[in-house]
Nanobody, 119 residues
Framework: QVQLVESGGGLVQAGGSLRLSCADS????????MAWYQQAPGKWRELVAR???????NYADSVKGRFTISRDNAKNMVYLQMNSLKPEDTGVYYC?????????????WGQGTQVTVSS
């Protein structure tokens, strides 16, 4: 069973930085694809960044060049380094794990961490 716990959110001024962390308690972390999603007020949850089990990454256009996703398989951790933050980056950020079991993939979510960027 995968359990995800996020941390690192907070209040920051525009132009500032935050680093989000996500701890995965499961035993399959190294083979999981991991991602961060943002849910802005009044909007659907949207993909921000993804990192595969092999380390390939992709980003939403809105965060390219500002955010960096990384993982540490030895620590079962995934990170999101957020630089040059903008007010539109405000929202709850969720860690997501995709775990493969045979031919099926299963999604797991953390409880979310609030990021607020003031102008």
């Amino acid at each position: 069973q995968v359990q995800l716990v996020e941390s690192g959110g907070g209040l920051v001024q525009a132009g500032g930085s935050l680093r989000l962390s996500c701890a995965d308690s499961g035993s399959t972390f190294a083979t999981n694809h991991m991602a961060w999603y943002q849910q802005a007020p009044g909007k659907w949850r949207e993909l921000v960044a993804r990192i595969t089990s092999g380390g390939s990454t992709n980003y939403a256009d809105s965060v390219k060049g500002r955010f960096t996703i990384s993982r540490d398989n030895a620590k079962n951790m995934v990170y999101l380094q957020m630089n040059s933050l903008k007010p539109e980056d405000t929202g709850v950020y969720y860690c997501n794990a995709k775990e493969r079991d045979g031919l099926a993939w299963y999604d797991y979510w953390g409880q979310g961490t609030q990021v607020t960027v003031s102008s």
